[in-house]
């Protein structure tokens, strides 16, 4: 069973409340949201929460996630390095489109499915 825990997996297998762990062993936090567009297959990235007292939360991009498994994330920066990334804020995204009820449609700000 530990072997397939530490089989490598893809990101979308990446499972709420998995340990973050730094390269050298250190456990920094732990995974809230997988930033990603999903039917564009684009990985950004995990948000995770501190351990720290802070509990905050960081975006660790894909280009520092150094491995993916079915217990863990880990990093390729060290506990310094990612508890020094900025504090994560959700984007929200809106495009312009039609809006309105029944005759009276307009064009103005609709939230975006992205």
């Known amino acids: 069973m530990a072997e ?6 893809s990101w979308r297998e990446i499972g709420l409340h998995s340990p973050v762990t730094s390269s050298d062993g250190q456990q920094v936090g732990e995974v809230v949201e ?13 948000v995770f ?10 975006l660790a991009p894909a280009a520092d996630i150094a491995r993916v498994t079915r217990n863990a994330v880990t990093l390729s920066v060290d ?6 990334y900025p504090e994560f804020h959700e984007l929200h995204i ?8 029944w005759r009276w449609k307009h064009y103005g700000w609709k939230d975006s499915k992205e």
């Open 4 to 9: 397939q825990l530490d089989e490598e997996v």
């Open 34 to 46: 997988v930033a990603a567009l999903d039917q564009e297959d684009i990985f950004h990235g995990v």
């Open 94 to 101: 809106e495009r312009v489109g039609l809006k309105g009820l």
């Open 79 to 84: 506990a310094a390095a990612a508890e020094n």
């Open 49 to 58: 929460k501190s351990s720290r007292v802070s509990r905050q939360h960081h």
